[in-house]
């Protein structure tokens, strides 16, 4: 392959690239979502984290929308975490769970079944005892069937 | 691949003539079962594989798509090559053997010059061939699901006939996806009792606890090897068929299970090698093996892909050995000191004519269509123009089916007549060449659902279009993680505008229906099939079998209109493949 076009196919992956709007950015934010926050954690999105040691598991395609199981768990010392919230960005309530955590919960985990009424960001925080928040995101997508 | 015009004019001027004179002839001088089995051994295992076979125990056409499109990130990648880029992609030269089974280009000609493919008897044979040579305890034997559904026979005997055939040939280990549609009971007898392979999947549990219902992977030895084989079956059964034949089981696609999974095998078995044996689709497994490690190969199906070569994924090697008995997958291995040092790889072409049936396959399948031949075999027209099911959104049987349905339906209520029938994306069907006959069992071959029922009902334009993006983003969603792996249901009635590469509810534009732009708060009668059943809907009298042999009988010359109603805004289309 020359040079010439080489550099006229990475051109076109480029712009292939740029133009694909691909999963949903975790940072996309919805309105509703932002009401929530701010009514229950007091901070917006663009103040919550991203982390690798929050892990959110949950299917990337949901068998039903009304029953999509969940699991949030952290490597996280439990003795530094205070709360975990779940969200549902496009729910027509996007608050989901609260849940307060103790040392004596010994670790964080929770594992629970959520209803989701379209395609959305699924979002797991986490408050941590110095004030900040962290957070896992997961797209899941609820669809009305497909094809074989 | 570059080939002149002078070399592929050769090629072609060569078909032709040798077609004037006997094609037969030609086939076979060309393709001998020798040259096609033709395989210097290597190393000390060796993998038989097919996938998808889709309950064909008699040869058939059978065409690749036209098209596969593809959202930006994945085009041309594998998984998404068809007719010319896929001979370029694998170096296969037009109008051979290789070309036939596995890309459209000239279907119709190269169908003529060599033939049928596939067929119980003819896989049997290639498989015993294989194993008598290695030597049984140096094979394994592996089936990818999607096995005793979907065909006539498979219908008319609940997957019987194929199970039978199965246990005859000797596979070791099978998953599923459509095989779950003869029912969950009978697929519970047939897996337990009937079956003689192991039936393995890491990705079906029990609501709401989790418990696994079939063992996850299973450890063998072969050729002094130690292997570990995982199972995965079609994670979106559940979604893609009727939820009453899973009722009560998880299925998906679970990284971490399956992670923790071949982490087991490696630690706690010690195996020297890890399979997965998979109806994920090419595609997802191909995003899949980025995320997990250490596994060796990946028996990929679903998506009925064939590649002549492995994809590479970091140090995993993925094949996917196309459907409908088209091909059987050797891969010698050289697995030493807990490693894979080697590979050898040939999906062998089973052409029908060509390769010899075996004996006692042959009477099985007898013994087993015996009751059916007569329905079968009855002719109720000819095909004028090629039919043909797979593309990612259109096909000639489709619109017949269309057709037959609009037909049928045409003046219901003395009001209204059907507007808009769809007809779902399955990959799998027959081919009907142009001239010959159609038969019931073609009919049976490419609507071969053990859920045939057809509803009638009224849906609003903006339900209409909101369900046909629902569709588009399980076929074109660019994260293949994200995607179902099946093609784009095909809707009747409607032209429409595809954009690819754009957001769910943005890739369907300029919808018209029977000639008029779409209005979103107006009802339009709707007639599906073949999908899971919409609430609160009752089945119709008459199933699609039946509504689709009757409008042919009626027919009996059968032209349908070649000219796709989509038109795609961002990739190429091809409409002349099979024609040139």
């Known amino acids: 392959m020359n040079r010439r076009k080489f550099l006229a196919l990475s051109a076109v992956a480029v712009m292939g690239l740029a133009m694909v709007p691909g999963v949903q950015p975790a940072h996309a934010s919805t309105p509703r979502l932002e009401e929530e926050l701010k009514k229950r954690l007091g901070v917006s999105l663009a103040q919550i984290k991203e982390v690798p040691d929050v892990k959110l598991t949950a299917p990337t395609i949901a068998e039903s929308g009304a029953n999509v199981p969940v699991t949030v768990e952290s490597t996280i010392p439990i003795e530094r975490v205070e709360h975990l919230w779940i969200f549902v960005d496009k729910n027509p309530v996007p608050w989901i769970a609260d849940v307060k955590l103790t040392p004596m919960n010994g670790q964080v985990f929770f594992s629970t079944r959520i209803k989701m009424g379209e395609t959305s960001n699924v979002r797991a925080i986490l408050k941590l005892k110095d004030g900040s928040y962290v957070m896992a995101t997961k797209e899941v997508k609820v669809t009305a069937g497909g094809c074989g | 691949m570059s080939l002149s015009r002078r070399e592929f004019l050769g090629h072609s001027a060569l078909a032709l003539s040798s077609l004037a004179l006997a094609p037969e002839a030609f086939a076979r001088k060309h393709a001998s079962f020798e040259k096609l089995m033709e395989f210097k051994p290597y190393g000390n295992l060796t993998l038989v594989f097919i ?268 094949v996917s050995p196309g459907s409908h008995g088209k091909f059987v997958g050797r891969m010698d291995l050289d697995v030493r000191n807990g490693k894979l040092h080697g590979y050898r790889l040939k999906l062998i072409p089973v052409l ?33 123009t090629m039919l043909y099911k797979r593309d990612t959104v259109f096909s000639t049987w489709d619109r017949l089916i269309g057709e037959a349905l609009a037909d049928y339906y045409h003046g219901v209520d003395a009001v209204m007549s059907l507007d808009v029938g769809t007809s779902p994306g399955f990959r799998w069907g027959t081919t009907v060449l142009p001239g010959q006959r159609i038969t019931v069992e073609h009919v049976y071959d490419v609507l071969g659902m053990t859920y045939p029922e057809v509803f009638i009902m009224k849906r609003k334009g903006r339900d209409l279009l909101a369900l046909w993006e629902d569709v588009a983003d399980n076929v074109f969603n660019p994260n293949p993680l994200y995607q179902q792996g099946g093609d784009m249901s095909r809707i009747y009635g409607v032209e429409y505008e595809l954009k690819i590469n754009t957001k769910q509810g943005d890739r369907i534009r300029n919808v018209r229906i029977k000639g008029k732009p779409i209005e979103l708060d107006k009802e339009y009668l709707v007639a599906v099939y073949g999908g899971p059943p919409p609430m609160g809907v009752q089945p119709e009298k008459k199933n699609i079998r039946e509504i689709v042999i009757d409008y042919i009988r009626k027919k009996k010359d059968v032209h349908v209109d070649r000219k796709p109603n989509v038109k795609v805004l961002d990739h190429p289309y091809n409409t002349d493949c099979y024609w040139r």
């Open chain 2, 51 to 318: 996938s998808d076979f889709h309950g064909h125990l008699k040869p058939m056409y059978f065409a690749e798509p036209m098209n596969l499109l593809a959202p930006e990130p994945l085009k041309g990648t594998p998984g998404y090559l068809a007719g010319m880029d896929f001979l370029k992609f694998y170096n296969i030269k037009p109008g051979s053997v290789e070309a036939y089974m596995g890309s459209c280009v000239s279907f119709i000609k190269l169908a003529r010059m060599y033939g049928m493919t596939g067929g119980g008897p003819q896989v049997a044979t290639v498989i015993k061939a294989i194993v008598n040579e290695r030597g049984r305890d140096k094979c394994l034997v592996l089936d990818g699901g999607d096995t005793w559904a979907t065909s006539g026979i498979a219908v008319k005997t609940d997957g019987m006939a194929v199970v039978d055939w199965l246990n005859y040939v000797g596979f070791d280990y099978m998953v599923a996806h459509w095989d779950v549609t003869v029912g969950k009971e009978k697929f519970l007898d047939i897996v337990k009792n009937k079956l003689k392979a192991k039936f393995i999947s890491y990705n079906i549990t029990e609501e709401p606890f989790g418990d696994l219902v079939f063992p996850p992977y299973d450890v063998v030895e072969r050729g002094g090897v130690k292997i570990g084989i995982i199972g995965s079956s079609f994670p979106f059964t559940p979604l893609a068929n009727p939820r009453v034949y899973t009722e009560g089981w998880s299925f998906g696609v679970r990284p971490d299970e399956l992670q923790k999974y071949v982490n087991e095998l490696r630690e706690k078995h010690k195996v020297d090698l890890v399979l997965l044996l998979s109806h994920d689709g090419l595609p997802l497994d191909i995003a899949l093996m980025k995320i997990v490690k250490g596994i060796d190969i990946v028996i990929s199906g679903h998506t009925h892909d064939i590649t002549p070569t492995p994809v590479k994924v970091g140090n995993t090697l993925i």
């Open chain 2, 352 to 384: 029908s004519d060509v390769v010899p049936e075996d004996k006692g396959a042959r009477e099985l399948v007898k013994k087993w269509y015996a009751p059916y031949e007569k329905e079968f075999n009855t002719v109720i027209g000819t095909a004028q």
